[in-house]
């Protein structure tokens, strides 16, 4: 008798644990990203596939405190939403409730590299470069989505919100200064779907794959400088080597030329000593030479920073300076 | 009995009226429904001063000439001046003023030289002569009918003293004559043959001349053999028949031409309206159209064509196709020919020069065949390749179609295309005649562009506009001009970069799609009441407002 009772409570154990698997299974489940993803751009999308038997609202929770809610109906199986990054791991909290009541949580971490700052380029190992564009995601998607390119070769649209991938990336483009090719929607000029030297792990993985080293896809509209550096003697080795986008961003970005921070920023990043001491020159009992923080004279309106005085690309001029003698490079601002 | 002959009489003269009452009373020459090829036509008329003392004859254009009967003379001649075309002319005889006989003859004038005569009305009146054995009859009573006419070619002292002179006198009284004419050597001409134009007068006058005559006249002039070498041959030349154009005789001009210029000759029978020489109305030329070739109005036809023959199709002195036109035209064989960037309108095309100029006269300016655009539109009503690099250019009758919003200059009638660009070569790219770029981005320090030939450097060079001075720019953010801020910097954009020279959907020529490194990109212009906004490739959407500025350039 007694060990019928244990196989009923036994019984019922597995049974109730099977519902209650079954029920969390079925709430909602997080398509995209997989649960560790590095990021490359400051925003993320998260695909969630929720069914409304079991689950009321679906809210991702970002590690900046944002919050975003899906409310699940009936009519529609998937979701989508795209999610602000920061550098560095991001932990994003995918919760399900019915009623009011949790009824299933999901981690996703996704690490957002940065091209400069050292702390960020090199993501932990457990992180794994995400290809979205396969033909799984794509066919989720294709019940809202026209996953074709739509993009006629040379000509950008007239109304930017008629692109097809306007509506998933037009996050992209939301900083102060933007692209033109980014901004007018003509993705496929860059995300070629070739592959560089430095991303040849990429090959075959994703359509909209960019060549790294991008240089060539840069050049093919900036020809001039293409022509001018390559007769220079000094080059700044990311110049050099056809990573532009190490320091320009080729979507949007807050600072002038698309750069991934305001320039002085930027530069410091990497030429971390510069940033204390007197880096021009310091005179007795008077300060340094500033390098930023006052009005730039060589350049009207702007801020003094390392390009004031540094080309930031090529140079006939050591220490890639502006000018190739000190008079020239000091009466840039000392005109008399 | 003799009452009753002279009731008879009576009755007969009432009922008789205007009838020829008497065989004696008669025009013996000519025979109704003749043709002449000359002006002049001999009238013969029998009379007796018993029936008739004076002789009218009346022309239908009211000419009326008055011969009185004379006891010792019964046959009367006259030659009267026929008017091109029909000529009806009465001959009445009056005996004490009273009509005593009438008679009518229809005649025909042919000439080409004369509008409303026509070829096929002539065949209706029949060609006689007059030099007939029987019909000389009635001359010899006064005059010599045995020709004189020295047949060695030496002329008589006094020509007056020829036979033919007595009754063809009045034919040579004019300042330009040809020599055997005025030498009354008629017999050289006149010789009695036929050619194979005329072969069914055959024996029909003594004094026949041979049609073709062309041989008679190259009996004296030898151009005309050599002529046989050319390439061409002008339809009358080929036929033989130096008379069309040529009076045998006399003229009032050089050259002994029928009419009294060379042009009013050529245009007897190269008109629209001729009604001579169906071949040659067919290359008619339409010297009505006000602008007419200065060379035909102020020389001749003759400055271009020869009259006779020549190794350049339509009798051109040289070939039509340039040579002959730049042969006068030096400016413009200097562009043509040594211009860095040449027109394949003119360079290279069929036609050359034709392909756009007509020769002879038009409607519109330059002799152009079209209207300025229209003509420049006629080729370029599709894409075609440029001379300069190889490339397409734009077909520009599509683009002025889609884009009602022309620049100015090409709706000017009196302009069109050839404003800014010269058609006939240029040493700036685009045969344009003055300097621009074919870039995005210009130095526009120099400000040499062709644009600032009509627009003021104003526009680009100031970077306030003050409230009076409106007039420079409507492109200002409050009194920032957005031109200065586009255009001065060391990336000055060019004129192109947002504006399209030619025509555009959109009020001051902005373009709908700029292109950058190959990549059309959309300017995205939209126009407000006091301002506007634009979003092209450079930068996001940029509002500006001339009252309530938006803060651009700040």
């Known amino acids: ?32 990203p997989p649960l560790a993803q590095i990021g490359q751009e400051s925003i993320a999308s998260f695909v969630v596939e929720a069914d409304s038997a079991s689950v009321d609202s679906v809210v991702i929770l970002s590690d900046a405190n944002e919050t975003f809610t899906i409310e699940v109906n009936p009519k529609r199986s998937h979701y989508c939403k795209s999610i602000n990054l920061h550098f560095g791991q991001n932990s994003i909290k995918v919760v399900g409730y019915k009623k009011g009541a949790v009824v299933k949580e999901e981690m996703r971490d996704i690490f957002l590299v940065s091209k400069v700052d050292k702390e960020h380029r090199y993501p932990p190992q457990k992180y794994a470069k995400n290809y979205f564009h396969d033909e799984k995601n794509e066919k989720i998607c294709s019940k809202c989505h026209d996953m074709s390119v739509n993009e006629v070769k040379g000509v950008a649209f007239v109304d930017i919100k008629k692109s097809n991938c306007y509506e998933c990336h037009k996050n992209i483009n939301n900083e102060k200064h933007s692209h033109a090719p980014s901004i007018n929607w003509l993705c496929t000029s860059c995300h070629n779907g070739k592959v560089g030297i430095y991303n040849q792990a990429d090959e075959n993985r994703t359509k909209y794959s960019v060549p790294d080293p991008i240089g060539d896809v840069c050049f093919s509209c900036h020809k001039k400088n293409q022509e001018q550096w390559s007769a220079k003697r000094f080059h700044h080795e990311p110049a050099e080597s056809g990573r532009c986008n190490k320091c320009h961003n080729s979507h949007s970005s807050q600072s002038e030329f698309y750069l991934r921070k305001a320039a002085w920023e930027l530069c410091t990043t990497c030429h971390k000593d510069k940033i204390e001491g007197a880096h021009v020159v310091k005179t007795f009992g008077r300060a340094a030479h500033p390098t930023h923080n006052v009005k730039d004279p060589s350049r009207h309106g702007k801020d003094l920073s390392c390009i004031s005085c540094h080309n930031p690309h090529v140079s006939n001029a050591p220490s890639l300076l502006q000018s190739e003698t000190v008079m020239g490079l000091c009466s840039r601002c000392h005109k008399k | 009995m003799k009452l009753t002959y002279i009731l008879l009489l009576l009755v007969a003269a009432v009922c008789g009226g205007a009838k020829e009452v008497s065989p004696s009373v008669a025009i013996v020459q000519p025979e109704d429904k003749s043709r002449y090829v000359g002006e002049g036509s001999t009238f013969v008329i029998d009379a007796t001063f018993k029936e008739a003392d004076t002789i009218v004859i009346k022309q239908d254009n009211n000419i009326t000439t008055t011969l009185k009967v004379k006891p010792e003379k019964n046959t009367y001649c006259k030659t009267i001046k026929l008017k091109a075309g029909v000529n009806m002319v009465s001959v009445s005889l009056y005996k004490d003023a009273k009509l005593v006989n009438k008679s009518d003859r229809e005649l025909y004038f042919l000439s080409e030289l004369f509008e409303g005569v026509n070829e096929e009305d002539a065949e209706n009146y029949k060609l006689r002569f007059f030099h007939k054995d029987e019909k000389e009859k009635k001359c010899t009573s006064c005059h010599n009918m045995k020709s004189n006419i020295p047949t060695n070619n030496e002329a008589l002292e006094d020509v007056t003293k020829t036979t033919c002179y007595a009754c063809h006198g009045g034919m040579i009284n004019t300042k330009n004559t040809h020599a055997p004419a005025a030498n009354w050597l008629c017999t050289d001409c006149h010789n009695g043959n036929f050619g194979e134009y005329n072969m069914q007068d055959k024996g029909a006058s003594k004094y026949l001349v041979a049609d073709p005559v062309a041989k008679t006249c190259g009996s004296c002039h030898d151009t005309v053999d050599g002529w046989q070498n050319s390439k061409f041959g002008h339809g009358p030349v080929n036929d033989g028949r130096c008379e069309r154009c040529h009076d045998p005789h006399q003229s009032n001009v050089k050259m002994l031409l029928k009419t009294d210029s060379i042009n009013e000759l050529c245009m007897k029978c190269h008109d629209r309206k001729s009604t001579f020489g169906s071949k040659a109305k067919k290359l008619f030329v339409d010297m009505s159209l006000e602008v007419k070739h200065k060379a035909i109005v102020e020389k001749s036809c003759l400055e271009c064509h020869e009259a006779h023959t020549a190794n350049h199709k339509s009798l051109l002195k040289l070939d039509a196709k340039m040579d002959l036109c730049l042969n006068c035209h030096d ?36 002799l152009l065949k079209k209207e300025p655009v229209a003509t420049c539109l006629n080729c370029h009503d599709k894409e075609v390749r440029s001379d300069e690099d190889g490339g397409m250019l734009m077909n520009m009758k599509k683009h002025f179609d889609e884009n009602p919003n022309w620049h100015k200059p090409i709706k000017d009638p009196k302009k069109g295309c050839s404003a800014c660009h010269d058609p006939h070569g240029s040493d700036n790219f685009s045969i344009l005649r003055k300097s621009f770029t074919k870039n995005f981005y210009a130095n526009l320090e120099n400000k040499d562009f062709f644009c600032f030939e009509c627009h003021s450097e104003k526009k680009i060079t100031k970077q306030f506009i003050k409230s009076n001075e409106h007039n420079i720019t409507s492109f200002r953010d409050g009194e920032v001009n957005l031109h200065h801020l586009h255009v001065n910097d060391r990336k000055g954009r060019s004129c192109r970069a947002c504006h399209d020279e030619h025509a555009s959907k959109y009020s001051h020529l902005i373009r709908d799609y700029t292109d950058f490194n190959g990549v059309k990109f959309p300017l995205r212009f939209v126009e407000t009441p006091e301002g506007g906004s634009c979003a092209p490739a450079c930068h996001k959407e940029f509002a500006y407002d001339r009252v309530n500025p938006k803060g651009i350039g700040k």
Do not use: W
């Not at chain 1, 409570?9 to 644990?17: C, E, K, M, T």
């Open chain 2, 331 to 366: 400016d413009e064989k200097e562009k043509i020919t040594h211009s860095k960037f040449k027109h394949g309108g003119v360079n290279t095309s069929q036609k050359r020069c034709l392909e756009c100029h007509d020769p002879h006269a038009t409607k519109n300016k330059k």
């Open chain 1, 1 to 32: 008798m007694k060990s019928c009772m244990y196989i009923k409570i036994a019984l019922f154990s597995v049974l109730f644990s099977i519902a209650l698997f079954a029920q969390e299974r079925a709430a909602f489940m997080v398509v995209n």
